[in-house]
């Protein structure tokens, strides 16, 4: 205890003259993290932690032990033992008891004195419990940090980061072992546990890194380190409070002890009393590899390195003191043997005024030599007693932080997509056109147009006919929904396909009961798909001729646009012919990303098709082509389908051997569904009959490779 305090103060008046300046390093100021406490155990080591704290010096620990055989594995046993059982009393007074949980001995005799009290806090063990079985340890063990303030608790203690750090290791080398069962982890902690090494005694280095007690800070703090894990290791001061001590450490647990023979040959002796002279051995081994320790201890230091050197008396069972352990140390006989065997070390007469003298006459000889600068080599003082100067503190009390002004960051890539675009919102959920974005500017050109003929009124749809089908955004997610599902050559799968898209999607006709509804619905989805899967689409193309197999259905794509301005793209959509509403989204960087409703092979030639479910009246004239264009340019469409055109360009020139747009690219399909049926013919057929409600559309091959170079030009470096 002596050795712990006066080491720990002479590194508090190092650190003060640090700190105003008088003790440097070169040209810094001696800092915390230049002082290394070098130590054979985790138990040495959490001494010179307490008295460290004691006189205000921080310190931080590395040890090659192992954090199973910590205080806090113990009590981290207790606690979840607690937990497995939370109906038995004591289990549960124990944990209480724990650092972590912090009860005293007075909160502890109340809690045993008053049954509602102990059962409301066997109940919080019981809650614990039911978290553990039902969402495993690491979620428990949060909770249980949570409701019992542990970190707080345990952050309040001056090695309270020691701690917290081997709680938090424990707990994921735990949730780590895969035991899923809290019987089975319980068993797999206390064989942890009692592995080699002990409860942070001497020794104790884990044979697994992983257990490996962490470094719990990365401040400037002293180091307290293990002898084994310096080897190799430089610091600028080294203090080695107990290398003095003589205790004559155990070779080895069990009935077998290891030693050398004279040829060099390990031996593993089992013998239950193998005689003095395998005893002198393995004695001799141990002390072999102290010699090696201490000597690894003394060469670390750079600048300076500290010894608590000497005799000292140990208490005997008839009350008095003892000299002799203190005449074994290893390290008075480096100085005091003056040419004794190590052997005969163990049987020397000297007493401790005579090893003391020995230290002195080394010291002075030291001092006597000619050193650099004439600073002795070696100075020998008497361990200072009395209380520790305290560490000032350097800081002024807690202050408010305050946040640093931010660098400028360019705004980050995001993803677009067509609705975005025609709508001015800058949405990012890629979302699929399903007629839900329709902009004033779009209606008020479709409207203007519907108003330029006067017609006769047509009959009334039928019942179960699409055109009386709901109108808006969900209708429209519906029916694509059925055509998402539907196999327009197989009639087998209509009904599960407009179940489906039914039960995803409901609908209801307006005017009619519920259970009228359920009646006409299913009958006008299954009407909608007979019409378009046998409507003429042009050059003898009908849908309900394209094997599945040759059909990709909501064929995702993303378009690089790094720096993709409204203007630039109105002006591009202006030079080649295409009206659409003025675009006014704000600059895109990064991808256009979008869905394409089918992409389709027929005769040799790729085509895409998008389904538009808009109600543009009920007559074939609404769906002929001048309304359909006007449909076209009020929602945009015409950039739609020129991206998704583009999109599968790009992919077909680098999926298909000798791909050629001019030959392998049929052109855009848009169906207007509600007037899309083999009795409505559109008026104008340039490839063949082609029904009402289709617009038909292929972009001269030049167009799109402009539009490729404009997309290209964007991807490049400014």
């Known amino acids: 205890a002596r050795a712990a305090a006066a080491s720990a103060g002479e590194i508090a008046r190092l650190l003060a003259g640090g700190i105003a300046g008088e003790i440097r390093i070169g040209e810094r100021p001696l800092a915390p993290a230049d002082i290394a406490v070098l130590v054979r155990s985790h138990r040495e080591g959490a001494r010179m932690r307490r008295a460290l704290a004691a006189v205000g010096v921080g310190s931080v620990e590395l040890s090659q032990a192992s954090v199973f055989h910590s205080d806090d594995a113990e009590e981290l046993e207790c606690v979840l033992r607690a937990v497995n059982e939370p109906a038995h009393r004591g289990y549960a007074l124990a944990a209480l008891a724990t650092v972590a949980m912090g009860r005293d001995a007075a909160a502890l005799a109340r809690l045993a004195g008053d049954d509602a009290a102990l059962s409301a806090a066997l109940e919080r063990f019981a809650g614990w419990r039911a978290v553990w079985r039902a969402r495993g340890l690491g979620v428990m063990l949060r909770q249980w940090m949570a409701d019992e303030n542990v970190a707080a608790r345990l952050l309040a203690r001056a090695d309270g980061e020691r701690r917290l750090t081997n709680l938090t290791h424990l707990a994921e080398l735990l949730q780590q072992a895969g035991e899923a069962a809290p019987e089975a982890l319980l068993r797999f902690l206390a064989a942890r546990r009692a592995e ?144 004794m065997e190590r052997a005969q070390w163990g049987a020397h007469t000297m007493t401790p005024a005579e ?58 890539w995001r993803i677009g997509s067509f609705s975005a675009l025609v709508s001015a919102a800058a949405r990012e959920d890629g979302a699929r056109d399903h007629d839900a974005h329709a902009s004033a500017a779009g209606m008020a050109v479709a409207a203007g147009y519907a108003g330029a003929e006067v017609e006769e009124e047509s009959p009334p749809p039928a019942p179960d006919d699409i055109l009386r089908f709901p109108r808006g955004p969900a209708a429209g997610d519906c029916v694509h929904a059925l055509f998402e599902r539907a196999d327009l050559g197989d009639e087998t799968t209509w009904a599960a396909a407009i179940a489906a898209a039914l039960a995803g999607h409901p609908q209801r006709l307006a005017g009619v009961s519920a259970e009228e509804s359920a009646r006409r619905l299913p009958r006008m989805l299954r009407r909608l798909l007979a ?40 002006a ?62 009020a929602h945009g469409y015409h950039l739609q389908h020129l991206l998704y055109t583009l999109a599968l360009h790009r992919h077909l020139g680098r999926s298909l051997p000798g791909y050629d747009y001019e030959r392998h690219f049929g052109g855009v399909l848009y169906l207007f569904v509600r007037g899309v049926r083999p009795g409505w013919r559109s008026g104008e057929a340039p490839e063949g009959e082609i029904s009402a409600g289709v617009f038909r559309h292929r972009p001269a091959a030049s167009c799109i490779a402009a539009l490729d170079q404009l997309f290209a030009a964007t991807e490049q470096p400014a």
Not at 375 to 385: I, Q, S, T
């Open 196 to 339: 080699g090494g002990g409860s942070g005694g001497e020794g104790g280095e884990s044979s697994l890194e992983a257990a490996q007690l962490r470094l719990e800070s990365d401040r400037n703090l002293v180091r307290i380190v293990t002898i084994h894990r310096a080897k190799g290791l430089e610091y600028g001061i080294v203090f080695c409070p107990f290398l003095f001590d003589g205790h004559a450490r155990p070779g080895g647990g069990g009935p077998m002890r290891a030693w050398h023979a004279d040829g060099g040959a390990l031996v593993l002796d089992y013998r239950r009393e193998p005689g003095e002279e395998v005893a002198a051995r393995v004695r001799a081994e141990r002390q072999a590899e102290d010699l090696r320790l201490i000597y690894v201890a003394l060469t670390r230091a750079v600048y300076r390195c500290y010894l608590v050197v000497g005799g000292y008396a140990k208490g005997t069972r008839n009350g008095g003191a003892s000299h002799a352990e203190s005449g074994r140390s290893l390290l008075n006989w480096m100085a005091a043997g003056g040419g």
């Open 355 to 412: 090893i003391d003298a020995r230290w002195r006459s080394l010291a002075a000889a030291a001092a006597a030599a000619d050193a650099p600068g004439g600073v002795p080599a070696m100075a020998f003082e008497d361990l200072p007693g009395g209380a520790a100067v305290i560490l000032p503190r350097t800081d002024t009390g807690p202050a408010r932080p305050e946040a640093a002004q931010p660098p400028a960051i360019p705004p980050g």
């Open 531 to 570: 019409d378009v899967s046998a409507a003429p689409l042009g050059g003898g193309l009908r849908l309900a001729d394209i094997p599945r197999a040759r059909q990709l259905i909501e064929l995702d794509f993303h378009l690089p646009a790094p720096r993709l301005g409204a203007d630039q793209l109105n």
């Open 572 to 633: 591009w959509l202006a030079a080649h012919g295409y009206r659409v509403p003025p675009l006014a989204f704000a600059p895109l960087s990064g991808y256009l990303k979008g869905y394409i409703d089918l992409v389709f092979g027929h005769g040799g030639r790729f085509f895409v098709l998008d389904w538009k479910s808009n109600h543009l009246g009920d007559r074939p004239a609404d769906y002929a082509p001048p309304r359909l264009e006007a449909a076209m340019q």
